[in-house]
């Protein structure tokens, strides 16, 4: 029966859902799709389908213009006061610092639409994937097409090395495995069967009789009947989870939006305060709205936005250095505040390769690990278990030696050439004579081999599930040659492997004086003698453990979300140090598979989270349901992958890690941060980095804040005290300009302090202001601002001529002092090394030679209207400056002794 001898309402009923493929007999997929299994649909119908259905490939949103990424950098407060500002000093006058202020905004600008542009590249890699080509049968004939031309009922051929086209059912499996890691975190290829399978709500990588799209063939052929394209493809249906998925905005983001809101606000009363006052003091008006303008400009930080761009950019430049490559600059300080990293296995924890993990040989019952003890390989069974995995092997090896096919097979012969026993040299004395291929249903294979001895003999050597080859076993192979078998104590030791997470397989031999007759399984494989059990896993990375201990230490939990079995992720989570061993009875309890976790609720989800480190067998939605369930708890979520499978969870993240080399385009490109080297412990290098980015911007708050008080309380208090306008408009610009600058932005190049990777991750609602922030700030602000007018006091009892000057200069310098004296939180800045951090003692040293200029240069002295000091009062002014220095430093020295407990929390 073609697609024409049934009506096309049958390929797809308008409004009824699809139903589980996998459920239904490969004659019932057929019926629903009307084509017929051997010749497939007619071109006609396939051209009247194609234009129902649309082409077989991924939609995707028609990405913002260029333009319209550009106009959202303005939309936020900070930058609007920043513009404002700018204005404002252009009508005062003061060009400069109006250019100077929109540089930094047209800075934020070009940085902000780069990061947006790239951002919408994420679906356009998904898109990519799409297998190109594709082997169809139509009319009866098998054609070659593009693989957009498929429609839902075409047959489609499937052979090694194929990039699977579409969703399939499978109506024909010889041999067949399928590569699913990019979708399901399978870290082997399946084998893939047939049969209609009972579950209607299987996982993806329990669905053997299914087919997705953008998978890989590994092994054998097979073919299959089409029942999703495009987007309602398993593929489509990630890309429409990434892009319903939205970004949200960083911590630092959060808190830099607040902060401008804030400085808004101070900015307006403060020009309401001052302008007020002067008109009641009789000062004139002209004079009183330069001054109140001119300090809203200073109340502004503009170089905040520069501070932290740079700040970020520098993380980045180190960050690279370490192999990892910074996408969106806020990642750096995001991964400061993350408090659970959910991790993939494989790949990223483990080496994305299967080894031989263990060997049991039943003549002492012992298990060896994954070396063959020196000297045994001469021995029996040790030397006929090596030949087995050899042999009994379909995996190749290339030109330049590299093995490859089965993960399974590979690493079996891997481990038998490591040995001394490589299957190319073996080969030349037992040629394979023919083969009982590997069946689900047997679940073993044998390969017969010519005896090395000659004279016409055969060994037969076979593999393949313990249960299936120990029941066909009547003896095993000792040293002296076979002796009895403890059957259920080999059993039972291969269940305890199996519950380690380890793929168990046994091997055994049978010496046949000719071929059997006829070769079946029923004639090859019975009487054998075993020869032992191999396990196999793919392991740990080896700098997996420390970097998961280091973020342990940290206050970071890690979490293991994977597509692979429960007992898989349990053993390599144990061995990592992400959960403790279990106890017996415990597994169950320690880990959350996705037909569990489907079973459950938000709300549920969300209380268990709390507990669990180990997710298995989830799918992309369930990943996303798992971020979204610690996010829910308050938590800061990382989220690292390099499947296509992760892509969505790795954008709804707070924080998305992609890696780099294994890495799918589509999760590098949804990802915050690529790990070049797929390195886990670079995560910790960007913890640290992050923490310490983030230590530089409260520092430079701080820094810039109480500056700004203690220019603010000069102007306010002075009138209240009886005292002259103690500075111009012209001197705070200065001031604003000198020490907010470059001081400020060589904060952001500051090393990280001791205690930094000792400390729990920052609460994720915490204000900047939070742990004592707010305090110093005001106490250093009244500080400043009490020794600016003392200093104004002085000079006026003396009758000096140069009083302003003295207050002008010793704000600059308390400015400066301050600057050096919070380069750490807590430990002193004379065991932490004034030279250090060099950027910063050249700030200080060159602010201080243009304030000296500003003095002592002639022409200078008229553009700033000063005059030059005395030494003596320059000496003074400088001395009383350093009492910022002085207090700051006695400040930490108590609270290195407990007598002060604001911000040490560590």
Request: charged letters at 20%; glycine letters at 8%.
């Amino acid at each position: 029966m073609t697609g024409g001898d049934r009506p096309a309402a049958a390929a797809a009923i308008p409004g009824e859902a699809a139903p589980p493929w996998h459920t239904l007999e490969p004659e019932a997929v057929a019926a629903r799709f009307g084509t017929c299994l051997r010749t497939g649909l007619t071109a006609a119908e396939a051209r009247r389908r194609l234009a129902e259905h649309g082409p077989n490939r991924l939609r995707t949103q028609p990405p913002r213009g260029p333009l319209a990424i550009l106009a959202r950098q303005f939309a936020d407060v900070m930058v609007g006061l920043l513009v404002a500002a700018a204005v404002v000093a252009g009508a005062i006058g003061e060009a400069v610092d109006a250019a100077a202020i929109l540089a930094i905004v047209a800075l934020n600008a070009v940085v902000g639409f780069v990061q947006e542009y790239r951002a919408e590249r994420a679906l356009l890699a998904l898109r990519s994937m799409a297998a190109p080509r594709a082997t169809a049968v139509r009319d009866g004939r098998v054609v070659p097409l593009p693989a957009a031309d498929l429609v839902p009922g075409d047959v489609v051929l499937l052979e090694a090395g194929a990039v699977v086209p579409a969703d399939l059912r499978l109506v024909e499996a010889v041999r067949l495995h399928v590569q699913e890691a990019a979708l399901t975190g399978e870290s082997q290829a399946l084998e893939k069967g047939t049969e209609a399978l009972a579950t209607p709500g299987l996982a993806l990588g329990d669905r053997v009789n299914m087919a997705y799209g953008g998978t890989m063939v590994t092994r054998g052929r097979g073919r299959g009947v089409v029942v999703a394209t495009g987007m309602a493809t398993e593929f489509g249906r990630i890309a429409d989870l990434l892009s319903a998925t939205g970004d949200t905005r960083t911590p630092l983001q959060r808190r830099l939006a607040r902060l401008g809101r804030q400085l808004a606000l101070a900015a307006i009363v403060a020009c309401m305060v001052v302008f007020a006052l002067g008109m009641l003091r009789g000062e004139p008006p002209a004079l009183m709205f330069l001054t109140a303008v001119s300090l809203a400009v200073a109340a502004v930080p503009e170089a905040l936005p520069a501070v932290v761009t740079v700040g970020l950019a520098l993380g980045a430049q180190r960050m690279v250095r370490r192999n990892a490559l910074i996408r969106r600059l806020p990642a750096v300080e995001t991964l400061g505040s993350v408090t659970v990293i959910c991790s993939d296995k494989t790949g990223t924890l483990t080496q994305n390769r299967m080894r031989a993990e263990a060997f049991v040989l039943e003549e002492s019952g012992a298990r060896h690990g994954p070396v063959v003890p020196p000297g045994a390989a001469q021995r029996e069974p040790w030397r006929s278990l090596l030949r087995a995995m050899a042999l009994c092997n379909d995996a190749s090896a290339e030109a330049d030696g590299r093995l490859v096919g089965d993960p399974t097979e590979v690493a079996l012969a891997v481990a038998a050439r490591e040995a001394g026993f490589g299957r190319s040299v073996l080969e030349r004395d037992a040629p394979r004579l023919a083969e009982l291929p590997f069946d689900a249903e047997r679940k073993r294979m044998t390969t017969l081999h010519r005896a090395p001895e000659g004279g016409g003999r055969v060994v037969a050597f076979t593999k393949g599930a313990p249960e299936s080859v120990i029941a066909l076993c009547s003896a095993r192979l000792a040293e002296a040659g076979p002796a009895p078998l403890d059957t259920p104590r080999l059993l039972a030791q291969a269940e305890r492997m199996a519950a380690e997470g380890l793929r168990v397989l046994a091997f055994a031999r049978r010496d046949w004086p000719a071929p059997p007759e006829p070769l079946a399984p029923e004639t090859a494989e019975r009487d054998l003698v075993l020869l032992g059990l191999v396990g196999l896993m793919d392991p740990p990375r080896p700098e997996a453990a420390q970097a998961v201990a280091e973020c342990r230490a940290a206050g970071i939990t890690p979490v293991m979300v994977t597509g692979d079995h429960p007992l898989t992720a349990l053993a390599i989570a144990g061995r990592l140090g992400i959960l403790d061993a279990p106890a017996d009875g415990e597994r169950r309890h320690r880990v959350l598979t996705g037909q569990e976790l489907a079973a459950i609720g938000p709300e549920a989800l969300a209380e268990r989270a709390a507990h669990l480190r180990v997710y298995a067998r989830v799918d992309p939605a369930q990943k996303i349901a798992i971020v979204e369930a610690l996010q829910r708890r308050g938590e800061v979520v990382a989220m690292t992958g390099d499947g296509v499978n992760d892509a969505p969870a790795l954008k709804r993240a707070d924080i998305g890690v992609a890696m780099g080399r294994i890495g799918t385009d589509v999760a590098r490109e949804a990802a915050d941060m690529v790990l070049l080297d797929d390195n886990f412990a670079s995560i910790v290098a960007a913890v640290r980095e992050g923490r310490r980015i983030f230590d530089n911007i409260r520092k430079f708050v701080q820094f810039v804040l109480a500056g700004n008080l203690g220019e603010f309380l000069v102007l306010l208090v002075a009138p209240f005290l009886g005292l002259p306008i103690p500075l111009l408009p012209v001197h705070i610009l200065w001031v604003n300009l000198v020490t907010d600058g470059l001081p400020g932005l060589a904060l952001a190049a500051e090393p990280e302090e001791r205690d930094v990777m000792r400390r729990p991750p920052r609460p994720p609602a915490e204000s900047v202001f939070a742990r004592g922030l707010a305090a110093r700030i005001v106490w250093i602000g009244l500080l400043i601002g009490a020794l600016s007018l003392a200093v104004q006091a002085c000079g006026l009892a003396s009758d000096s001529p140069r009083w302003q000057t003295m207050v002008f200069t010793a704000l600059v310098f308390c400015q400066l002092f301050q600057a050096m004296a919070i380069r750490t939180e807590r430990e002193s800045l004379f065991r932490a090394g004034p030279g250090s951090n060099r950027a910063m003692l050249g700030a200080v040293l060159g602010g201080a030679a243009l304030q000296l200029a500003v003095i002592y240069v002639p022409w200078l002295n008229e553009a700033m209207r000063t005059q030059p000091l005395t030494a003596g009062e320059l000496a003074f002014c400088v001395a009383v400056s350093a009492l910022v220095l002085v207090a700051i430093e006695a400040e930490k020295w108590l609270m290195r002794r407990g007598a002060l407990r604001h911000g040490a929390a560590r």
